[in-house]
């Protein structure tokens, strides 16, 4: 079989077949494509200002070692004027983070940028091994996802950096979208698809350069660049493949490879249609980049994928809707419902589930955001997510000292 | 909804129904041991509950010169012949029954279609992907006649996918509501122009939509003020993330809830929809079959004969081929089967989710050439640049070109391969 | 490794793994693989033969479902052929030649 040739250079073998349109390319046409993309959502969502400081959460993997070579190669070719700075964050995982911790450390001199590895302990005075400990194996990757999401902004903060961007791929945004619907979380929808977040009231904003990016071609990119990166799992994510959002996302790509740019796609379209968010995801038009309030996003978010959606994480899904289903009995049997709910002093007005036209005049509840009075991190809490597990934490360590 | 028979206990009352407390559970729903009979009531009373709240939105309008309202409510039941729509229909028929048998008139006059989509133009095109490939016109003319026999009161019509006279006239997917004149919406384009090459998913999906078209066309010529479609909650969630992977979001409010659809100019358009499980249902939505319904088993007799392809309850479709064959839809029946059996209330919620979704039509009321649904500028002007998408005059597509005006995003998807 | 079926011809190939999926080999990224040179129906070798074989010998994790799912690639897993997306070579009715580098990627662990 003759190879097939690149249909940009039309000289060179094709090695990739693109996902999003097919097109088969050879190595170096598609790095090139690859980083053209990626300069235009840059440029198209004005990601960045001249002489910005701006920290890449880097985990020594795939996704966060390509933004890093990217973005580096970006900064200089097109004279972007960045101060680019690795950001690291160490749970505090023996055994886990130590191969990692030395695969950014080697990118640190290959990408000749300084780097930050800020630990858990110096934040918040526990390790995750001593979290473990304590409140064991289940449920521990939510302490993780909390403690993770502040890291990033805590520790750019004590780079005086304004500006954290992170290596979230199209995969991830799709899979974030479809999570979302099968929650329920239209705000949470909403803020998933933005591709900048945190607004003037937020000291650190986030952004998703490799938003549109498919995880293939990263891997790929990764690949044929021959990029040091690190792949891992969490020795505390338990492997919940099945029936994940994720392994869902990878049969649609395996049946139709446009499926995950177009759930990308559709989740800014019905980000939208969330009744009572005005603002349009488009960011090229306008003048501003679209921009939406960080909060607890990402909540699960450790570097391995599994745990991104762990089955746990439906299960208490389920469990919650469940309650709330307590209620759909009044469907078919009113009155007696209604006594029950009254014996709970529960006497909420409930809405058919269904139906209703245009329901546009029904608004979804937006969460308004503060400060933590603890630590002064956004929230929409009085007290923030990480300040409240602290709590609790700090209470259970006071008892086994007793 | 997830049900699933038990083996009969040995004891009596080892297991009582939650609902009753008098008899033996033998079906699990969403994860309750229930009888057979609350269960059966459960599902009817869902159901009925939805016709009540159609009849109102479809009563008839009173003459100009006063009086009472002399129309007759007519209702176009869109039958793929698997599970769902197949228990919506008895359960339409049991709501009739009990109307004359009270010395009431029939509260509504039903039109019964099955879409045949495995011929186009008197070709076959292959088996349907909605009905794992038991269909086939005979089996389909087969099965009616049965129905036909079972269901006197109402007609039954089988229709190829293509056959439709044309009205240029009209330019949207609207029903006509009982006050305006006919304003038929336009005959679903033809197959003919796609290209050759196109993958199960994208196949799937053209038929899927073109398949709602021709109901809804249906709909109008032949006077209906709205389509029913046996959507099952799980059918519902299973929609919106399919619609969704196919770059349809913007569509899903339109194709997952019960409603009028996008209305051209006026907005007058009406189309409205139960569905078996006192979900959602809806006009805009494909007669996919969802396997979670109650089993037809219960119902005497029997409907089990009557369903043309009986999955049973709950089983996931056999392992494929290979990964790459299914059509989008099959890959989300497949991973809520995995889902349902564990977290139905999940599965139950989607719909929930989806209908506060705002529904936003075109600001010019042009709908999509092929799907119908609306056309959305905006993010399509945003998303040129990151798929370096070329449109061509008037931002009609080479695609687009072949079906006689612009298409969505999530039609251009499909017709691109 | 295998153990010996008989004198038949094998091809001799080199097999990578990495993403994460060498955990589930050994946690060894490159191995020297002699692939049979016809299935037991005779037909040449191909991807197919090679993803069963390597299940059956190579890999000693008892999480096959890791790297194969419904007797397929776990969707998620890219394939190279000598570099090559697999999907410009025929995905699994590939045939095998001497001296191939068949890598399988995963994009489904983290960092």
Not at chain 2, 230 to 251: D, P
Request: glycine content about 10%; overall charge neutral; proline content about 7%.
């Amino acid at each position: 079989m003759a190879p097939t040739l690149c249909v940009n250079c039309k000289t060179e073998r094709a090695l990739i077949k693109r996902p999003k349109n097919h097109a088969k390319l050879c190595k170096s046409c598609f790095i090139t494509v690859f980083e053209d993309e990626v300069h235009h959502t840059i440029t198209s969502s004005r990601l960045f200002y001249p002489g910005e400081k701006v920290a890449i959460g880097a985990s020594g993997g795939k996704d966060s070692t390509v933004l890093a070579s990217v973005l580096k190669t970006l900064n200089e070719r097109h004279g972007y004027g960045l101060e680019l700075v690795l950001l690291s964050i160490d749970e505090g995982i023996k055994g886990y983070r130590d191969d990692s911790l030395e695969t950014v450390k080697r990118n640190a001199v290959q990408y000749q940028m300084p780097l930050k590895v800020v630990g858990y302990d110096e934040l918040y005075g526990w390790t995750m091994d001593q979290v473990v400990e304590t409140i064991g194996k289940k449920g521990n990757c939510t302490y993780c996802g909390v403690f993770r999401r502040q890291a990033l902004d805590r520790g750019a903060k004590m780079l005086g950096i304004k500006h954290v961007v992170t290596g979230h791929n199209a995969d991830d945004v799709a899979e974030t979208v479809l999570m979302n619907l099968l929650r329920g979380d239209l705000s949470r929808l909403s803020r998933s698809t933005s591709i900048v977040t945190g607004d003037s009231r937020s000291e650190v904003k986030r952004s998703k350069p490799l938003k549109y990016s498919y995880e293939k071609e990263i891997v790929l990119y990764a690949h044929h660049k021959k990029l040091d990166y690190f792949s891992t799992e969490c020795i505390y994510s338990p492997e919940a493949f099945r029936g994940s959002a994720r392994g869902l996302i990878k049969q649609l790509e395996r049946v139709r490879p446009t499926a995950i740019l177009d759930i990308v796609r559709s989740g800014e379209d019905m980000a939208r249609l969330v009744p009572g968010d005005p603002k349009s995801a488009c960011a090229c038009k306008g003048q501003t980049p679209a921009v939406s309030a960080p909060a607890e996003d990402d909540i699960g978010g450790c570097g391995s994928q599994n745990a991104r959606t762990p089955g746990n994480e439906m299960a208490a899904m389920d469990k919650q809707l469940r309650e709330n289903e307590a209620h759909e009995v009044l469907e078919v049997d009113v009155a007696k419902a209604m006594s029950e709910s009254k014996k709970n002093g529960d006497d909420k007005a409930w809405d058919l589930p269904f139906r209703g036209g245009n329901s546009a005049s029904k608004t979804v509840a937006r969460q308004v955001l503060g400060n933590c009075k603890r630590c002064g991190y956004m929230s929409s809490q009085d007290i923030c997510q990480a300040c409240m597990l602290l709590e609790g934490l700090n209470k259970n360590r006071a008892q086994i000292q007793i | 909804m997830a049900s699933a028979e038990t083996d009969p206990p040995a004891r009596p009352l080892t297991r009582p129904c939650v609902k009753c407390r008098t008899q033996e559970a033998t079906l699990d729903s969403r994860s309750q041991p229930v009888c057979k009979d609350c269960f059966t009531k459960f599902i009817a009373t869902k159901c009925i509950k939805q016709i009540g709240i159609l009849g109102r939105e479809t009563r008839p309008a009173p003459p100009p010169t006063g009086g009472p309202p002399t129309g007759t409510r007519r209702y176009l039941l869109g039958l793929s012949l698997g599970v769902s729509s197949t228990v919506l229909l008895h359960l339409l028929n049991e709501n009739v029954e009990f109307q004359l048998a009270k010395g009431r008139n029939a509260p509504f006059e039903l039109v019964v279609i099955h879409v045949d989509t495995t011929t186009h133009g008197g070709e076959a095109v292959g088996p349907s992907p909605g009905l794992g490939g038991a269909a086939t016109p005979a089996t389909a003319e087969a099965a009616l006649a049965r129905l036909r026999a079972r269901y006197p009161r109402f007609t039954f019509q089988l229709v190829p996918l293509p056959t439709l006279t044309p009205n240029p006239q009209t330019t949207l997917t609207t029903i006509p509501d009982h006050t305006t004149t006919a304003n038929h919406p336009p005959p679903p384009p033809s197959l003919g122009v796609l290209p050759q090459d196109l993958t199960a998913a994208s196949l799937s999906d053209i038929r899927t939509h073109l398949t709602r078209r021709t109901l809804l066309s249906l709909a109008a010529q032949q006077n209906c003020q709205a389509l029913l479609l046996g959507h099952s909650t799980t059918a519902l969630a299973e929609l919106t993330l399919a619609e969704a992977a196919k770059g349809r979001g913007v569509a899903v409010p339109w194709l997952v809830g019960d409603g009028p659809l996008p209305a051209a100019g006026d907005g007058e358009g009406r189309g409205d929809g139960v569905s078996g499980d006192g979900g959602g249902g809806g006009k805009g939505a494909p007669p996919i079959l969802p396997p979670h319904l109650p089993p037809p088993p219960l119902t005497s007799p029997p409907l089990t004969p009557l369903i043309l392809d009986p999955l049973s309850p709950g089983t996931t479709p056999a392992a494929v081929v290979s990964h790459k064959d299914l059509s989008i839809e099959q890959v989300m029946t497949r991973y809520f089967a995995e889902v349902e059996e564990n977290y139905p209330s999940v599965v139950a919620n989607v719909a929930r989710t989806t209908a506060k979704l705002m529904r936003v039509a075109s600001e010019d009321g042009e709908g999509c050439a092929l799907c119908g649904m609306p056309l959305d500028e905006d993010g399509d002007e945003r998303w040129r640049g990151e798929l370096g998408i070329q449109s061509g005059e008037d931002g009609v597509s080479a695609a687009g070109m072949g079906f006689g005006g612009r298409l969505c995003y999530g039609c251009e998807r499909s017709t691109g391969g | 490794m295998s153990d010996a079926t008989e004198a038949a011809a094998t091809i001799p190939i080199t097999v990578d793994f990495s993403g994460g999926l060498e955990m589930l080999f050994d946690n060894q990224r490159r191995h020297a693989v002699d692939l049979p040179a016809a299935d037991p129906g005779g037909k040449p070798a191909t991807i197919v033969l090679l993803i069963d074989h390597l299940c059956k010998h190579l890999m000693k994790d008892p999480r096959t479902d890791m790297f194969v799912l419904d007797n397929h690639i776990r969707p998620g897993i890219l394939v190279l052929i000598n570099d090559a997306d697999w999907e410009l070579e025929g995905e699994e009715a590939y045939e095998i030649q001497p001296r191939d580098n068949i890598l399988f990627v995963s994009t489904l662990h983290g960092g």
